[in-house]
C-alpha cells in the first residue's frame, strides 16, 4: 500500500491503522530497520493525526518479540507528530 497516496487520499476523514511489515520486517529484521520503518510511516503519514502504528490487526506467532518491543519504543520515541 502507498501510503504516503492513502494519507493524501482519505488522511483527514478516517484513521490509518497499520503499515510496519509483519511478514519479513518484524519476524527477519534488524532493530535498526524496525526504528526506521516507524520513523518512515510516522514521516508518511502522521502529519495531523489519525494513525495508529501497528503490524496488522494482530501480532503473529513468527514475528520477533524482540522487533515488537523495538517498534513500541520507536513509537513512543518517534510518535510525537505535528
Known sequence: MALKKVKAYCGDRLCILGNID???????????????AVQQVIKDAGKGGGLIICSSNTLHPGVNPDNCIVMFEAVKTYGVYK
Do not use: F, N
Not at 22 to 36: A, I, N, R
Open 22 to 36: 509483519c511478514m519479513e520486517l518484524l519476524p527477519y529484521g534488524t532493530p535498526h530497520q524496525v526504528k526506521k
